[in-house]
């Protein structure tokens, strides 16, 4: 990490604290816009500029581009991915080792263990989950069910002085409590009276806000357009990894169909190398793709050089029954993959995972495999032990650099408006 005594001298003089507001390490569109929309809150209505607010997305830079959604939200309203902050680019225990970090957690309210050492750093925490634990009397909570943390935001704002939110905060609001709240839809059973309220509030305030519809669809097909990424990214962004003793299977939900998918450049090459670098011995990809009226088709690629652990993973899928898959096998340009339409599209990867998992326990596994969620690493130090995304990343920032990156939002300005 850095040593926090560079550059923190004139910052020590100048400023108190350096007061970081951050989500969780799934790190979505509510996380991110909730971090952002209340740092610029905090830094247009604190007293005395006491602290700098500064925003921190908590996955590494090179992370950025899996989060398609968001990436687009940001692109659409002109808030350049060059002015935000990774977690990758501050030191945040250095700056609590010296004394200067404030934190406030929006869209999550407990540290994984690696950040335990900051948890006596955190002053507010605005959350949409059940409390799992009490914070200590010096820390402001809000923890209330509603549908997207972003809607308890809102309400923060809305509270405040009055003047204070502008459009492009409004607008990444609107999108965020949509997309979370499935356009408002009761059916969908995630949206509460809080949300429709905050939602209304914003399309009061800004009449220009496109419609919800448009805004909605537009989020829910950047979701999963995944045009943009490479090979490798498509496969990272829904991974969840099956282990035996022996080995290691991945399992990569990919929003394409298979003929798009097969069509990639360098395709085979791309399968082989992600899956050497991460010492998978197979990988079955599971591609989800939507028709016009919304509804799923489902179709499975199982890779492996290992013509053995193929042939067992085809044969458990082919002939599962709890439940069928009805398998139709397609031809596949390469022995080493296998190819099917799966004809039970209400099978997904939650039901399909104990019949891999069936599989390779035939493999030879002594003791029963697990399964993992896979997230990305939380510090550097792993991702370059993994697979150094970070090689290509900017060095991180001295709390110096930070200050003058966002000094622009202490002057007022919203983050992503122009020097």
Not at 272 to 290: E, H, K, P, Q, T
Request: proline share 8%.
């Amino acid at each position: 990490g850095i040593r926090p005594g560079l550059g923190c001298r004139g910052h020590v003089r100048h400023h108190r604290e350096i007061h970081v507001v951050m989500g969780n390490e799934a790190c979505d569109l509510d996380s991110t816009v909730s971090a952002l929309a209340l740092a610029y809150f905090l830094a247009k209505t604190s007293p005395a500029p006491k602290a700098a607010f500064i925003p921190v997305l908590n996955i590494p830079r090179a992370e950025f581009a899996l989060r398609t959604e968001t990436t687009f939200l940001l692109r659409e309203r002109g808030l350049p991915a060059a002015s935000l902050i990774f977690r990758d680019e501050i030191d945040l225990g250095g700056l609590h080792r010296a004394g200067l970090l404030s934190l406030t957690l929006v869209d999550h309210h407990v540290l994984p263990s690696a950040d335990a050492a900051l948890e006596e750093a955190v002053v507010e925490v605005l959350d949409h989950r059940p409390l799992e634990r009490d914070r200590g009397a010096g820390c402001r909570v809000t923890a209330e069910p509603v549908g997207s943390c972003a809607t308890l935001v809102t309400e923060r704002i809305a509270q405040g002085p009055p003047g204070v939110l502008d459009r492009l905060t409004a607008a990444l609001l609107h999108g965020t409590i949509l997309l979370d709240c499935v356009n408002l839809s009761p059916a969908a059973g995630k949206v509460t009276p809080r949300d429709v309220a905050c939602v209304s509030l914003l399309e009061e305030r800004f009449p220009e806000l496109p419609a919800r519809d448009a805004v909605f669809q537009a989020l829910q097909a950047a979701k999963f357009d995944v045009s943009g990424l490479t090979t490798e990214q498509m496969l990272r962004k829904d991974l969840k990894v099956l282990s035996s003793d022996e080995l290691v299977l991945a399992i990569s939900a990919i929003y394409v169909d298979l003929e798009t998918f097969l069509r990639r450049p360098g395709l085979l090459q791309d399968l082989d190398a992600f899956c050497r670098a991460r010492g998978y011995a197979g990988l079955v990809a599971m591609m989800i793709s939507f028709n016009e009226g919304n509804e799923p088709s489902r179709q499975l690629a199982v890779y492996s050089r290992r013509e053995p652990l193929r042939s067992a993973v085809c044969r458990a899928l082919e002939e599962a029954t709890t439940p069928s898959l009805h398998l139709q096998p397609l031809l596949s340009p390469w022995s080493c993959l296998g190819t099917y339409a799966q004809g039970n599209a209400l099978a997904s990867r939650k039901k399909v995972l104990p019949i891999l998992r069936a599989a390779l326990g035939g493999q030879g596994a002594a003791g029963g495999p697990g399964e993992e969620e896979v997230v990305p690493p939380p510090t550097p130090m792993n991702s370059l032990v993994e697979e150094c995304p970070l090689a290509q990343a900017v060095p991180p920032l001295c709390p110096q650099d930070v200050l003058e990156r966002v000094s622009r939002i202490a002057a007022g300005q919203p983050p992503g408006s122009p020097k």
